[in-house]
Every structure is written in structure tokens, then in C-alpha cells.
């Protein structure tokens, strides 16, 4: 490979894997912050039961 | 049994943000994407397609989880309930018409598509191509080995009905226990699927049985920057493109999945997630893993020629598997798990394919989530056996072209329109940084409003009057030199006026028929789906009969 395609590769590779590891991974700690009843430990219910009826 | 979306609900957040990226993560992530980056600049093409990302995938992300949400405030989970939502003219909810028939008429051959993975996964995981040769096998499973306009292949049939039965299943069971449940096996399978493979592949070397050059060289090819290409309106065209259908953005699943959500659930965090974790798996993982071993066992020329018509999927079916047979024992596995992956890949978007119409009747109908379910397996497959009786001629290119395609750009220019013009970009910035956990600049107040649209734009005409061989400056030179605009046959105005074939007619001298009638033939048919998609969307604002057009409590219209 040449050195122009290593550091474009590099520093591509490096925006994404640092902008989904820091959106993901609040996600992932949210999920981990909150208990949900009935569900598994940790998980976060994120949906209102059901929808309002219509108006 | 109450309506789909009475009881529907997303279990968790991570669940939710799973199936967004499933949803966006598609064949196209492994297939699509490195054939262009090869064929647009190598690394360059990343310069274009990360500022497309940033002005035009992000912002549109926002835009649909926004209307989604707004939409099911209102009780409302697919796109035409969601634009009647927007403001008062009633011609909004013919807008998210296109919500209803992209879907149903990209899961027609998506599906179908879909089906040849699980067939594959099949066939490497019982070695039939150790002794079969892999282009031979695929004509022959899709009928076009006799070269014929039509055919019914009973394998193809077959696995194509499994696949919208699994569908189906998925989806009668709901949001938490379906779609989640599938994105959350899914998604980490189709990730260690492809670091495995990715891994394998880049350490074959030069000495190993087969491998006739270092797939660096492949590696190479994707990421050296030819800057050239970036003066280029097909570079910009072909990365705004990628970054486009990469997000599944203008199908209105995203929309229907983000309905789900509280008013004040987050969605700017939400959103980013699960965009970036798209471009994690398309750029990372489905930039290392087709070209880099295809080089390795075919050299860099035969793969560029391969490429050359911007997609990997001639690589991805055609080549690999036989490719994979250098790798011993590892090689009905590594079959497996590639067409394994291409699957999840494919059966996460289709589901959210199916979730809109499902909400659809259900909202609208007050059908049952089984018996929506089933109704959209019959008219898959109903749509989708015209993709695989007239593959041959040419019925499945024509869908793909013009649902997966064509009408995608389309929805996308009017909402990102509706949303910024009709509703308001003051109330939709308010909607989309309600809940926001993430601070967004202000900024994207003015991208949403001009620059977005401007991108949306640009696409959309450069795919209308696209020149013969994508070469822009020499088209506006022929134009200003007073010899008009050299049209190119793909491009949307030659392909409804069928450029390129001398003789556009339906039959030929001894009276049988042509791919013409094929695709004139198709192009109807979609016509009457979206016309039977308008009329359904009539019957039900009738049907409803509403009183009024009030907000939902403790909202302010």
C-alpha cells in the first residue's frame, strides 16, 4: 500500500470509528444507567406503551 | 387480536438504535460501496462522500426520526397519516404515499435478492461449489441460461418463499419481540462475521495456494487517493448517491420505526448512532473485505474490471465462492458466513420494508398485526414473482431502478421540502432537538433549510440528464458548442424513452416479444401499485371521517 492510502485510510478509519464509538457508546451507557421493569437488567424502554388513539 | 400499532413499543433504546442501523445496513454496505470507492477516486472518494454524510445523510436522519415522531404523537405510524400531520393542505398525505409503495415495491425484489443469500448460505455450507462453477450455478438458479425473456426456477421459487415466511414470522411477532430481537442477533453476528473474514482475507499471502497477489494491493485500490476525481461532478454524484441509499434514506421505515417513540425521546443521539454505526460497517468492515480478497486470488486487473460498473456484485456472487475454496476446510464457513452476513444485512432492512405497511393497515384498517403480516408476504410475493418470472428479461432491473432508485430521491426532495417549508424549519428544529441529548449547531438550521435540498437536488437532476459515460465537462462543452446534451441510455430521461437499443419496440420482426415490452411492462405495473397505494390512502381519510384536526393533549399544534 502506498503512504497516501495508509494515512487516508487511517484517518477515514479513525472519523468513523471515533464518532460511532462515542455516539454508541452513550447509548450503550444510558442502557446501562436504567433499570426496566419486567425486562432484562439494565435495559431501557424507550416507547410509550401504545399509541394515543386518533384525534 | 388489536390493530399493529395499539400495543407496539420498541423493549429497549439499544434495541431501537440496532434496528435503525439494521435498517440502514444492506447489501449495498459490502457490495456496493467498495466497487464505487475503487471506480471514483479510491480515498478521494471519501472526501465527498463524508461532506455528503454530514450536509445531506445526517441532516435527512433528523429530519425522518422528527416526522416519525411527530406522526405518532398523532397516532400515526406510516408516511401518509405522518405528512397529513404536517400542515393543513390535504394533498400532504399523497407525499407519504411514496412511504407505502417504495416499500412494498423494494421488498418485492429486495426480498428476492435477499433470498438468493439464504440460498447461498445454503450452498456453501454443503460445498456445492466446490465441483460447481459459481457463474454457472447463478444463471442457471435465476433462468437465464437459456437465454429466454421468462422463467420459473423451482430452487429460486422456493427459497424465496422461506425468506418471506422468516420475514413474515419476524414481523407478526412485533417491534420488541420481532424487529428488535432480530436486529440484536443480527447485527452483532453480521459484525463478527465480517471482522472474521476480514481478517482471514487480508492475511492470505503471496505463496498461499492460489493467491496470485498481496490483497494489499486490493486494499490499495480502494484507498489511494486519485485527486483528480474530486474535480469531478461524477465523483460528487456517485458519493452523494452512496451516502443516500446507504441510510436507507425516502423509504419512510425510518420515519415508521422512530414513530414509536415519546415525544420527548431523544432523537439527535439516536440518529447519529445509528448513522454512524452504518458507516462503521460499510466503511470499515465492507471496505476490507471484497475487494482485498478478490485481488489476493484474481489480481488487480481482473477486479477493477469487475468493478467497473460501480458495483461488487458480479465479485460478491460470482467470484468468492470459488475463491473461498482456497481456504481448505475454512472454506464452506467462510461461505456461509459471507453470504451469512450479506443476510442479516438484507433481512434487517427488509423488515423495516414490512413495518410501515403493517402500521399502515393497522392504523388505518384496523388490521391485526398477524393478517397484516401475511398481507404483505402475499403481496411481496405477488410483486416479487414478476421480478422472478421475468428476471430474464429484465423486470427485477426495472424495480430496482425505479422503487430502489427513482422514487427514493424523489420522497426525500419533497419531504426535506415539506419539512423545512411547509411545516416550518422553526417548529421542525424545535421537533428535532426536543429530548436532544446531543447538542446540534445551529447551523444545521440553514443546511436543512437550503443546503440539504440544494444536495437532494443535485442528485436528483444528475440522474435525470446524466451524460453518456458520466462525463459532465465534455457534455457542457458539447451543449454550449450548439450540439446538445449527450443523454446517457441509464440516466432517467433515456431510460423512459429507451435510449441506446436501435429498435424500441415491443416485438420483434417474427412477432415475439422484446426486454422493451418487459419494461414498459413493469414501469405500468408500478404505476398502477402507486395509484392503488393513492386510492387506499383515499378510502381511509374517508373512512376516518375526522371531526377535527386537534393536537393530542398538552401539544400545541
Same mark, same amino acid.
Request: charged share 15%.
Given at each position: 500500500?502506498?503512504?497516501?492510502?495508509?494515512?487516508?485510510?487511517?484517518?477515514?478509519?479513525?472519523?468513523?470509528?471515533?464518532?460511532?464509538?462515542?455516539?454508541?457508546?452513550?447509548?450503550?451507557?444510558?442502557?446501562?444507567?436504567? #433499570?426496566?421493569?419486567?425486562?432484562?437488567?439494565?435495559? #431501557?424502554?424507550?416507547?410509550?406503551?401504545?399509541?394515543?388513539?386518533?384525534? | 387480536?388489536?390493530?399493529?400499532?395499539?400495543?407496539?413499543?420498541?423493549?429497549?433504546?439499544?434495541?431501537?438504535?440496532?434496528?435503525?442501523?439494521?435498517?440502514?445496513?444492506?447489501?449495498?454496505?459490502?457490495?456496493?460501496?467498495?466497487?464505487?470507492?475503487?471506480?471514483?477516486?479510491?480515498?478521494?472518494?471519501?472526501?465527498?462522500?463524508?461532506?455528503?454524510?454530514?450536509?445531506?445523510?445526517?441532516?435527512?436522519?433528523?429530519?425522518?426520526?422528527?416526522?416519525?415522531?411527530?406522526?405518532?404523537?398523532?397516532?400515526?405510524?406510516?408516511?401518509?397519516?405522518?405528512?397529513?400531520?404536517?400542515?393543513?393542505?390535504?394533498?400532504?398525505?399523497?407525499? &407519504?404515499?411514496?412511504?407505502?409503495?417504495?416499500?412494498?415495491?423494494?421488498?418485492?425484489?429486495?426480498?428476492?435478492?435477499?433470498?438468493?443469500?439464504?440460498?447461498?448460505?445454503?450452498?456453501?455450507?454443503?460445498?456445492?461449489?466446490?465441483?460447481?462453477?459459481?457463474?454457472?450455478?447463478?444463471?442457471?438458479?435465476?433462468?437465464?441460461?437459456?437465454?429466454?425473456?421468462?422463467?420459473?426456477?423451482?430452487?429460486?421459487?422456493?427459497?424465496?418463499?422461506?425468506?418471506?415466511?422468516?420475514?413474515?414470522?419476524?414481523?407478526?411477532?412485533?417491534?420488541?419481540?420481532?424487529?428488535?430481537?432480530?436486529?440484536?442477533?443480527?447485527?452483532?453476528?453480521?459484525?463478527?462475521?465480517?471482522?472474521?473474514?476480514?481478517?482471514?482475507?487480508?492475511?492470505?499471502?503471496?505463496?498461499?495456494?492460489?493467491?496470485?497477489?498481496?490483497?494489499?494491493?486490493?486494499?490499495?485500490?480502494?484507498?489511494?487517493?486519485?485527486?483528480?476525481?474530486?474535480?469531478? /461532478?461524477?465523483?460528487?454524484?456517485?458519493?452523494? &448517491?452512496?451516502?443516500?441509499?446507504?441510510?436507507?434514506?425516502?423509504?419512510?421505515?425510518?420515519?415508521?420505526?422512530?414513530?414509536?417513540?415519546?415525544?420527548?425521546?431523544?432523537?439527535?443521539?439516536?440518529?447519529? =448512532?445509528?448513522?454512524?454505526?452504518?458507516?462503521?460497517?460499510?466503511?470499515?468492515?465492507?471496505?476490507?473485505?471484497?475487494?482485498?480478497?478478490?485481488?489476493?486470488?484474481?489480481?488487480?486487473?481482473?477486479? !477493477?474490471?469487475?468493478?467497473?460498473? &460501480?458495483?461488487?456484485?458480479?465479485?460478491?456472487?460470482?467470484?468468492?465462492?470459488?475463491?473461498?475454496?482456497?481456504?481448505?476446510?475454512?472454506?464452506?464457513?467462510?461461505?456461509?458466513?459471507?453470504?451469512?452476513?450479506?443476510?442479516?444485512?438484507?433481512?434487517?432492512? !427488509?423488515?423495516?420494508?414490512?413495518?410501515?405497511?403493517?402500521?399502515?393497515?393497522?392504523?388505518?384498517?384496523?388490521? !391485526?398485526?398477524?393478517?397484516?403480516?401475511?398481507?404483505?408476504?402475499?403481496?411481496?410475493?405477488?410483486?416479487?414473482?414478476?421480478?422472478?418470472?421475468?428476471?430474464?428479461?429484465?423486470? @427485477?432491473?426495472?424495480?430496482?431502478?425505479?422503487?430502489?432508485?427513482?422514487?427514493?430521491?424523489? @420522497?426525500?426532495?419533497?419531504?426535506?421540502?415539506?419539512?423545512?417549508?411547509?411545516?416550518?424549519?422553526?417548529?421542525?428544529?424545535?421537533?428535532?432537538?426536543?429530548?436532544?441529548?446531543?447538542?446540534?449547531?445551529?447551523?444545521?438550521?440553514?443546511?436543512?433549510?437550503?443546503?440539504?435540498?440544494?444536495?437532494?437536488?443535485?442528485?436528483?437532476?444528475?440522474?435525470?440528464?446524466?451524460?453518456?459515460?458520466?462525463?459532465?465537462?465534455?457534455?457542457?462543452? =458539447?451543449?454550449?458548442?450548439?450540439?446538445?446534451?449527450?443523454?446517457?441510455?441509464?440516466?432517467?430521461?433515456?431510460?423512459?424513452?429507451?435510449?441506446? /437499443?436501435?429498435?424500441?419496440?415491443?416485438?420483434?420482426?417474427?412477432?415475439? /416479444?422484446?426486454?422493451?415490452?418487459?419494461?414498459?411492462?413493469?414501469?405500468?405495473?408500478?404505476?398502477?401499485?402507486?395509484?392503488?397505494?393513492?386510492?387506499?390512502?383515499?378510502?381511509?381519510?374517508?373512512?376516518?371521517?375526522? /371531526? !377535527?384536526?386537534?393536537?393530542?393533549?398538552?401539544?400545541?399544534?
Amino acid at each position: 500500500m502506498t503512504v497516501s492510502a495508509w494515512v487516508m485510510l487511517g484517518l477515514t478509519w479513525s472519523v468513523i470509528v471515533f464518532f460511532t464509538l462515542r455516539f454508541f457508546g452513550r447509548v450503550l451507557r444510558s442502557r446501562s444507567s436504567v #433499570e426496566a421493569p419486567g425486562g432484562a437488567p439494565g435495559d #431501557e424502554p424507550v416507547s410509550r406503551p401504545g399509541a394515543p388513539g386518533r384525534s | 387480536m388489536p390493530p399493529v400499532s395499539a400495543r407496539d413499543s420498541w423493549a429497549t433504546r439499544v434495541g431501537l438504535v440496532l434496528a435503525m442501523a439494521g435498517n440502514a445496513v444492506g447489501l449495498g454496505n459490502f457490495l456496493r460501496f467498495p466497487a464505487q470507492a475503487a471506480q471514483n477516486g479510491g480515498g478521494a472518494f471519501l472526501i465527498p462522500y463524508l461532506v455528503s454524510f454530514v450536509v445531506m445523510g445526517i441532516p435527512l436522519l433528523w429530519v425522518e426520526w422528527a416526522i416519525g415522531r411527530h406522526g405518532g404523537q398523532f397516532g400515526h405510524h406510516s408516511a401518509p397519516g405522518m405528512f397529513d400531520r404536517l400542515g393543513r393542505a390535504r394533498w400532504l398525505k399523497y407525499v &407519504g404515499v411514496f412511504g407505502l409503495f417504495t416499500n412494498l415495491t423494494v421488498a418485492a425484489y429486495y426480498t428476492y435478492l435477499e433470498s438468493w443469500t439464504l440460498a447461498y448460505v445454503w450452498h456453501s455450507a454443503t460445498a456445492t461449489f466446490r465441483d460447481v462453477d459459481p457463474a454457472a450455478f447463478f444463471s442457471a438458479y435465476v433462468g437465464t441460461a437459456d437465454g429466454g425473456l421468462t422463467a420459473i426456477p423451482g430452487p429460486a421459487l422456493f427459497f424465496f418463499v422461506v425468506t418471506l415466511i422468516l420475514n413474515a414470522l419476524i414481523l407478526s411477532r412485533g417491534l420488541g419481540r420481532g424487529i428488535e430481537l432480530a436486529a440484536r442477533v443480527g447485527m452483532p453476528l453480521l459484525v463478527g462475521f465480517a471482522i472474521v473474514l476480514a481478517i482471514r482475507g487480508l492475511t492470505v499471502e503471496p505463496g498461499d495456494p492460489g493467491v496470485v497477489a498481496s490483497p494489499l494491493e486490493g486494499l490499495n485500490f480502494v484507498w489511494e487517493p486519485r485527486m483528480d476525481g474530486l474535480t469531478s /461532478p461524477t465523483t460528487w454524484m456517485a458519493a452523494a &448517491g452512496q451516502v443516500f441509499f446507504t441510510l436507507s434514506l425516502g423509504m419512510g421505515s425510518i420515519h415508521c420505526y422512530a414513530s414509536y417513540l415519546d415525544r420527548r425521546q431523544d432523537i439527535a443521539l439516536n440518529a447519529s =448512532s445509528a448513522g454512524w454505526l452504518n458507516e462503521f460497517v460499510e466503511v470499515v468492515l465492507g471496505g476490507s473485505i471484497l475487494i482485498p480478497i478478490a485481488t489476493a486470488y484474481l489480481g488487480l486487473a481482473a477486479v !477493477s474490471g469487475a468493478t467497473g460498473g &460501480g458495483s461488487g456484485f458480479a465479485l460478491g456472487f460470482l467470484s468468492l465462492p470459488t475463491l473461498f475454496q482456497n481456504w481448505g476446510w475454512f472454506a464452506p464457513l467462510a461461505g456461509a458466513m459471507w453470504f451469512g452476513l450479506l443476510f442479516f444485512a438484507g433481512i434487517t432492512s !427488509s423488515l423495516a420494508m414490512g413495518q410501515p405497511i403493517l402500521a399502515f393497515l393497522g392504523d388505518e384498517f384496523r388490521v !391485526s398485526r398477524r393478517t397484516g403480516a401475511l398481507v404483505f408476504a402475499l403481496a411481496t410475493l405477488a410483486l416479487g414473482f414478476v421480478c422472478v418470472w421475468l428476471y430474464p428479461g429484465g423486470a @427485477f432491473d426495472e424495480f430496482d431502478f425505479w422503487t430502489g432508485t427513482f422514487s427514493l430521491v424523489v @420522497f426525500a426532495l419533497a419531504e426535506i421540502l415539506v419539512f423545512g417549508w411547509v411545516f416550518g424549519i422553526d417548529r421542525g428544529w424545535e421537533e428535532i432537538t426536543r429530548g436532544a441529548e446531543i447538542r446540534i449547531p445551529r447551523l444545521f438550521r440553514f443546511v436543512i433549510r437550503y443546503v440539504t435540498p440544494a444536495f437532494i437536488l443535485a442528485v436528483f437532476v444528475g440522474a435525470l440528464v446524466q451524460p453518456a459515460e458520466g462525463a459532465w465537462n465534455a457534455a457542457f462543452a =458539447s451543449l454550449f458548442a450548439g450540439e446538445g446534451w449527450p443523454l446517457a441510455p441509464e440516466s432517467v430521461i433515456g431510460r423512459v424513452f429507451h435510449l441506446g /437499443p436501435e429498435d424500441a419496440a415491443w416485438f420483434d420482426a417474427a412477432g415475439r /416479444p422484446t426486454v422493451i415490452l418487459v419494461q414498459d411492462g413493469t414501469r405500468l405495473l408500478l404505476v398502477l401499485v402507486f395509484l392503488a397505494w393513492a386510492g387506499l390512502v383515499h378510502v381511509a381519510w374517508r373512512r376516518h371521517d375526522r /371531526p !377535527s384536526r386537534a393536537a393530542p393533549p398538552g401539544r400545541e399544534r
